[in-house]
């Protein structure tokens, strides 16, 4: 099985790629970026862009394959465009955000948006593999839907429908008719947006219809998983073997899937992908040193003090749940406006509260 860190619009952005990797880099086989906007003006955002320059990528081997930059496009000019710009960045492989649920987003023909209209999906993915068709995989590939490492390559990650989960068995219909190198389904439909139990029998089912039409991307699994146990109730469900968590051919049933992506796990527990390959499980030192290595990384990437610590307190919301007892200690952390306060109150509940 691999393991996947999920795009997280603000917070998976550079500094956390670069120190989670650092530290905790083993178990993670793909980040992915937050979305990228590809705007009709054939422009990223200053901001967005800056998140995707490979100038500011440290420590990764090969980035190429191990970083995902994911796009946000309504057009297939716009998607060709900032695929191809991404591509020239070094990237093999781009990731098509179909999955976001804001209003914002999906009254534009934009993430889960395209799932409201599959004419359209349909219609935009024919015009993208029509028009980057070429560009894609290996001259020497035999295998367009999955071409190795350094093979150009566009990957999707949706939901199963946007009101209903049986509209998957008409979108995975779809899917199946493209070379994707990747498919990974977040086990919700859009109206669910991200509460409520993940559907993991609807997802089966719509692996199952995706291998019966034909569809050839390995799969990855998307949602909840927080903890070993999610995840060994999971290959269950889908009739895995555990041992494929560790290792192993986990594709070798209709309903079987190659990767698990997971967000809000590994910002609660950033040891989680490695406990999940049989690694040990999250220590208090290296917590210690994560929390450090990130607040020095964010103040590279961030003026103001104040701002820093606030970008901080994104991660204590996830990772308080390591200490026990921890309502004051937290509050202090809370409480904090400079890097000295910040500091004495983070020392406080490592030294105060147990770590659990
Ligand atoms: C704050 C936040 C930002 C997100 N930003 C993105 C994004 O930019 N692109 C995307 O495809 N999904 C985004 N997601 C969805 C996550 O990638 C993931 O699908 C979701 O959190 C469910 O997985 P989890 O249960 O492992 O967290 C975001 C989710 C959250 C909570």
Not at 68 to 75: G, K, T, W, Y
Not at 178 to 194: G, W
Not at 232 to 237: D, N, R, S
């Amino acid at each position: 099985m691999k393991y996947y860190f999920a795009p997280m619009e603000g917070i998976t952005l550079y500094p956390l790629r670069n120190i989670h990797h650092e530290i905790f880099g083993d178990g993670i086989d793909k980040y992915y970026t937050p979305f990228l906007s590809a705007h009709h003006n054939l422009r990223f955002k200053k901001r967005e862009k800056r998140d995707a320059m490979p100038e500011f990528i440290k420590g990764f081997e090969n980035y190429d394959d191990v970083i995902i930059p994911q796009i946000m496009a309504n057009s297939v000019d716009t998607f060709a465009w900032a695929t191809r710009e991404m591509w020239s960045l070094g990237y093999n492989e781009v990731n098509y955000n179909c999955g976001c649920p804001a209003a914002t987003v999906t009254n534009r023909h934009k993430g889960s948006g395209l799932l409201q209209d599959t004419e359209y999906l349909d219609e935009m993915l024919d015009r993208i593999f029509n028009e980057l068709g070429n560009e894609i995989g290996c001259a020497d590939s035999d295998n367009s839907n999955n071409p190795g490492d350094g093979c150009k390559k566009i990957s999707i990650k949706t939901r199963l429908g946007f009101y209903d989960e049986a509209e998957a068995d008409e979108l995975m219909r779809i899917y199946a008719k493209y070379p994707i190198s990747e498919l990974t389904i977040h086990a919700r439909v859009r109206e669910d947006f991200y509460q409520g139990k993940p559907r993991i029998e609807a997802f089966k089912r719509a692996v199952e219809t995706y291998r019966n039409a034909g569809g050839k991307a390995d799969i990855c699994y998307n949602g909840d998983i927080n903890s070993v146990e999610d995840a060994k109730k999971l290959l269950e469900v889908c009739g895995i073997s555990e041992s494929a968590m560790i290792a192993g051919n986990s594709c070798d049933n209709a309903s079987g899937f190659s990767a698990i992506m997971m967000g809000r796990g590994l910002l609660a527990n950033p040891a989680l992908a490695r406990q999940l390959k049989g690694g040990k499980a999250l220590e208090a030192d290296e917590l210690r040193q994560y929390l450090k290595r990130l607040y020095d990384e964010y103040a590279l990437y961030i003026p103001e003090e104040r701002n820093v610590i606030f970008k901080m307190l994104e991660h204590w919301a996830f990772l308080h749940v390591h200490f026990e007892d921890n309502e004051k200690c937290l509050k202090a952390i809370r409480k904090a406006r400079s890097k000295g306060e910040y500091t004495a109150a983070v020392n406080n509940i490592f030294a105060s509260c147990k770590f659990i």
